[in-house]
């Protein structure tokens, strides 16, 4: 069975709700969002051109891409409508005190 690891990516006090950050995971760059004081993280990188999605807006528990308005779910990273052709990567995060961490 494969351990899992946990990453300190970022402080509880410095994402706000309705905000987003970029963080770095392992060299790869994760969206972490508060959606009401519910964190999510996702692969920050837009399936369909690479825009950032942190840079997007969030709504009914989904972001939309900055560039050209995929939107992709943020609990699954599932991408649920074009044009983004495939889904982003999301992670599991723990949250301890104001440390939030992801469970790789
Ligand atoms: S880069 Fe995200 S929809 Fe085009």
Not at 60 to 76: E, R, S
């Amino acid at each position: 069975m494969k351990m899992s690891k946990e990453i300190a990516v970022a402080k509880v006090s410095e994402i706000k709700p309705g905000e987003a950050k970029q963080v770095e995971v392992d060299g790869e760059p994760v969206a972490i969002f508060n959606v009401d004081g519910q964190f999510y993280a996702i692969h920050d990188t837009c399936t369909h051109s690479g825009a950032s999605l942190a840079e997007g807006t969030v709504e009914d528990g989904a972001v939309t891409c900055p560039w050209h308005g995929a939107q992709f779910d943020l609990k699954t990273g599932k991408n649920l409508s074009m044009p983004a052709p495939a889904p982003v990567e999301s992670y599991q995060l723990k949250i301890e005190g104001d440390v939030i961490k992801i469970v790789l």
